[in-house]
């Protein structure tokens, strides 16, 4: 079945370091990705999103790309702030009728000042 | 509203009890969808409404659980005779029929003593 891994966390940054965040994902089909994140005491919401293969998602100086011949969608970010302490899930969707979301389990982010 | 609301936050009830979780959706969202995220999981699919009808309900662990949304907006999820195992966050999100972006609720922690 579908299935998406993230890398285990969590995963500790000082200010301005770089971060990346891997996500691989297992389809049976041609899903969307995304990357949602929950702040602190918030709901899960939506960071980015790309539709098919090679598309970029970008979104508050995150970015990733969909990578079709890697099954890879890893979170990229060049210059990490404080603000950006959350856990963020990697997810597929195939849309239509129901467009419910697989998602992986989550990588803690806490950056340092 | 301003966004998904769910009620209550936090639930603590006995092995054995049954249990009424509440989903708000976002006014104007006709898909509505119920998730599960135990610890250090991520969220898990239950349930997708589209309008009053369960479209989807694949994901519902066991006949224990139950949701509706008989006009359309607020959803109930339902759970007889609760279990330990039944402990996780509940979560809730609405979105536009044909857009792939969900907003989610900040769940009902449910805790099964």
């Known amino acids: 079945g579908d299935s998406v891994t993230q890398m285990e966390g969590p995963v500790t940054l000082s200010e301005e370091a770089f971060l990346t965040i891997n996500c691989t994902y297992t389809a049976t089909g041609y899903p969307s990705l995304f990357w949602y994140v929950q702040y602190p005491g918030e709901g899960l919401q939506l960071l980015l999103k790309?539709?098919?293969?090679?598309d970029k998602g970008s979104n508050k100086g995150f970015e990733a790309t969909y990578r079709k011949e890697t099954t890879s969608f890893h979170l990229e970010k060049g210059s990490v702030q404080v603000s950006d302490s959350a856990v963020y899930f990697c997810a597929l969707s195939y849309g239509g009728a129901t467009n419910k979301l697989i998602f992986g389990t989550g990588t803690l982010l806490a950056v340092q000042p | 509203g301003a966004g998904v609301s769910q009620t209550p936050s936090n639930k603590v009830t006995e092995k054995g009890k049954y249990v009424e979780l509440r989903c708000d959706p976002i006014s104007g969202h006709t898909a509505l969808y119920w998730y599960r995220q135990s610890l250090g999981q991520g969220p898990e699919f239950l349930i997708y409404?589209?309008?009053?009808?369960?479209?989807?309900d694949s994901g519902l662990p066991n006949d224990r659980f139950f949701a509706v949304r008989p006009e359309g907006s607020v959803s109930t999820l339902k759970i007889q005779r609760t279990e330990r195992g039944d402990s996780a966050v509940y979560l809730c999100a609405s979105s536009l029929v044909g857009t792939d972006e969900a907003f989610f609720g900040q769940g009902t922690r449910l805790t099964v003593v």
């Open positions: 409404f589209q309008g009053t009808g369960a479209a989807d």
């Open positions: 790309a539709t098919k293969a090679d």
